[in-house]
């Protein structure tokens, strides 16, 4: 059984930095996509940043682009959220997710990562909250 657990999270002032991890478990030989989402306070969820497993493609969202960065490191299976210059906006609750399976499907949860359409992860993580403020 897949599962993801997260961890990181905290209170910032603005214009600093944090890093979430991400560690995936149960997924055998299987490749992975893990994608990273965010819950404002009274927003929707929204997918900020995705990386599969295969050839470490890694994606971030327009609102965190140049701010934010996704890794990985294979040799724990670990993911990590690299988030600079944080402002209030970036306040919420951090959720990783992961979707398991062959090639195609890693290819196909890759691209509504970028659509921002993902939605039927095998895992989700209890999330993280991080908070900006001064």
């Known amino acids: 059984q897949v599962q993801v657990a997260e961890s990181g999270g905290g209170l910032v002032q603005p214009g600093g930095s944090l890093k979430l991890s991400c560690t995936i478990s149960?997924?055998?030989?299987?490749?992975?996509?893990i994608a990273w989402f965010r819950q404002a306070p009274g927003k929707e969820r929204e997918t900020i940043a995705c990386i599969r497993s295969s050839d470490g493609f890694a994606y971030s969202a327009n609102s965190v682009q140049g701010r934010f960065t996704t890794s990985r490191d294979s040799s724990d299976n670990t993911v990590y959220l690299q988030m600079d210059s944080l402002n209030p906006e970036d306040t919420g609750i951090y959720y990783c997710?992961?979707?398991?399976?062959?090639?195609?499907?890693?290819?196909?949860?890759?691209?509504?990562?970028?659509?921002?359409?993902?939605?039927?992860?095998?895992?989700w993580g209890n999330g993280t909250r991080v908070t900006v403020t001064s």
């Open positions: 149960g997924f055998g030989s299987d490749y992975y996509l």
């Open positions: 997710a992961a979707g398991t399976g062959t090639g195609p499907r890693e290819a196909h949860l890759t691209r509504l990562c970028i659509l921002g359409q993902l939605r039927d992860m095998d895992a």
